[in-house]
């Protein structure tokens, strides 16, 4: 009974910690006629034509897209079908699985606790999950029976190295390493998804004795980095990482569609993953994960690399927060210099050729990606997602893009690079 009251205690003081209030009060998301924030519906109309033409030539099955600008909402629409086998519609507050887009969202639970001073970003992580001591770095492979020979790191890995994909950790069945994927296979690693009752304990604990790809702090390698962490804030909050997210982070900004596993009352509102085939848009079927995996299964492995689903409006929420430097609707979950330590190069020049940087949570779009256009202002961050979703949110320009869709396999799309482009010119100010 004293241990019950004592855990009772400790999560309230947490509760307490997270929601505090802000001498800012920014209004949550409402939509607003486009010419009172300086855009032109004319021009974003544009976007209709975007979306339909992608829909009616069969690039894909269906597209959600909103635009923010100021804070309100100036273009919510939704195109296409959810699932083509049932013919169902879908409809603009249905539910995609976001995959890597939850990476900003652990990074951000992180920097939360890191405010709380509970750790240095310089920290080893090893500090905190003792299997990270002693990491090696890959050599070579036995084809064979995928044993392998690996040297010792140089220095061990920080918890800024597994924010910005610096560790040298891998990816398993999306590594770019088929080295990597065959040593993160046999050892059983869990990379994505799945349906079958894995703990994130135990399976970055597995992950912990397996090499790396280069030294720490080397370059930039997308990682399971975000994994690792969502695991670190179940250490250090004293909480499972689903209920932090929920009552730190969902809660007080009122993402009220945000989970790692949909209740059954949101079942139906859950858009079918689809891949195109005989030119038609079908079921996408993967033999090492099952995508059912919101509404299926255990439902027990919180990935922070790629576990949640959510809708537009509840992502346009999460980086209106951030536009917002750190407060929405009077609650503030972030400092705004902590915001600027997010949205601040973090990893020197790794990325010379690709116009951008990367900081705690999100890749920054530097002057060379400002200078070729189209994609936003200097500063503008940006991330996507596994089954083709993706945003930006430019701070200069108070805009945010969002477009939502669940495709996998080849295909002939092009919203992804046109929806920046086609909202940037819808600026009329």
């Not at 034509?49 to 100021?70: D, F, Q, S, W, Y």
């Not at 009220?256 to 993953?273: A, G, I, W």
């Amino acid at each position: 009974m004293k241990y019950f009251f004592s855990i009772i205690l400790t999560l309230s003081f947490q509760l307490i910690l997270a929601q505090t209030k802000s001498a800012i009060n920014s209004p949550r998301l409402t939509e607003v006629m486009a010419s009172n924030v300086g855009m032109s519906a004319e021009r974003l109309a544009r976007l209709d034509a975007m979306c339909e033409t992608a829909v009616n030539e069969g690039h894909i099955p269906g597209i959600v897209a909103l635009v923010v600008r100021k804070g309100k909402i100036v273009y919510y629409k939704a195109f296409g079908l959810a699932d083509n086998k049932s013919k169902r519609v879908l409809k603009r507050d249905d539910i995609f699985r976001i995959a890597s887009q939850t990476k900003a969202i652990t990074a951000t639970a992180v920097m939360m606790l890191w405010e709380e001073g509970k750790f240095r970003l310089d920290d080893p992580i090893s500090k905190y999950i003792a299997e990270f001591e002693n990491m090696q770095v890959l050599d070579s492979l036995y084809e064979a029976d995928s044993t392998y020979s690996a040297t010792p790191v140089n220095k061990p890995i920080t918890i800024r190295h597994l924010l910005t994909h610096t560790s040298g950790i891998g990816y398993g069945m999306i590594d770019g390493d088929p080295r990597i994927t065959k040593i993160y296979h046999k050892a059983g690693i869990t990379d994505l998804f799945t349906i079958e009752p894995v703990k994130i304990e135990d399976n970055i604990k597995k992950l912990a004795k397996l090499p790396l790809h280069h030294n720490p702090g080397e370059k930039f390698t997308y990682s399971e980095g975000l994994d690792v962490l969502g695991y670190f804030i179940e250490v250090i909050s004293g909480m499972p990482f689903d209920q932090f997210l929920r009552s730190r982070i969902f809660e007080p900004l009122k993402m009220n569609d945000t989970y790692f596993y949909l209740p059954k009352s949101k079942y139906d509102r859950l858009v079918t993953v689809q891949e195109k085939k005989n030119g038609k848009w079908v079921k996408y079927v993967n033999e090492l994960y099952d995508v059912d995996y919101p509404i299926k299964g255990a439902k027990q492995f919180f990935s922070g690399g790629a576990g949640l689903s959510s809708t537009a409006f509840d992502y346009a929420t999460f980086l209106q927060m951030y536009l917002n430097e750190g407060e929405l609707n009077g609650v503030r979950l972030l400092s705004r210099t902590t915001v600027e330590t997010i949205l601040t190069n973090q990893i020197g020049d790794i990325w010379q050729t690709r116009g951008t940087d990367y900081g705690l949570a999100f890749q920054l779009l530097k002057k060379k990606g400002h200078d070729e256009g189209g994609s936003g202002s200097i500063g503008t961050f940006a991330w996507g997602g596994y089954f083709n979703t993706s945003y930006f949110a430019d701070p200069k320009e108070e805009i945010i893009g969002i477009i939502m869709k669940q495709t996998r396999g080849p295909r002939t799309d092009d919203t992804g690079w046109q929806y920046r482009q086609l909202i940037m010119q819808a600026v009329d100010d």
